[in-house]
């Protein structure tokens, strides 16, 4: 038997009957790899801390250009600027704070029959994705080996964006997909899922289809999977 590949934190879901499943998987369903995505990953991609870091320094600076412009000294641009500081390191605080919550509520799950995403912070959601629902995988690859894989679900599948954010794939909202986001190796998952889907369709996968990634996203390089046929 392989060894299961186990990349979750400490969670804490005492109440589980199993980490990350709403009930224990049946004899005859196997469990291949867990999962939970990186904060700092989650930080960058969904909740967009560096580019607000940025946006916020701009803003912090022209305040005290504004001040130097106007005659004020350094002194006094220096303090209009601290004045504003709390509450920027306070609105980056809470934005971090929020993608390691995340990080550390969310579980997902790889069987060899489907794809359990185990997210909510609060509220606690599992989503149950069997093979035969799930049409298509993608692969979007970050400079560091990490990336994300949206997932499209056949036709009649529908989640609602607002249950799946921040675990959705950006801009489909006629047609959510369901995304594991921020893996540090998602090129081995993908491969992983991919095998699963094809031992338990009995089938090869047929051409890949093409990903199309954001611009950022694919700046940094994407790569894709094979295309998932319903069985």
Known sequence: ????????????????????????????????????????????????????????????????????????????????????????????????????????????????RRVVMRIGIVLSLTLNLPFRHITAAGLALQRDGSGHIPLTLAAGEKIAYVHLWPHARPWRLAQPQPMLLCLKDATRVGALLTQAWQQACGAAAPTAYPVSAPAAERARGHATLPQLAPH
């Not at 369903?29 to 320094?57: K, V």
């Not at 500081?85 to 809470?94: D, F, R, W, Y």
């Open 1 to 112: 038997m392989k060894p299961i590949n186990y990349d979750t934190p400490e969670h804490e879901h005492e109440l589980e009957p199993q980490v990350g499943l709403p009930e224990p998987l049946p004899s005859n369903e196997r469990l291949l790899w867990q999962g939970s995505p990186d904060w700092r990953g989650l930080a960058r991609h969904s909740f967009h801390l560096r580019g607000l870091t940025l946006y916020f320094a701009l803003i912090l600076a022209l305040r005290g250009g504004f001040v130097l412009s106007g005659g004020g000294g350094l002194r006094e641009a220096s303090w209009a600027v601290l004045m504003l500081l709390p509450l920027v390191v306070l609105a980056l605080g809470v934005l971090a704070t929020l993608a390691w919550l995340t990080a550390r509520t969310t579980v997902y799950t790889v069987t060899d």
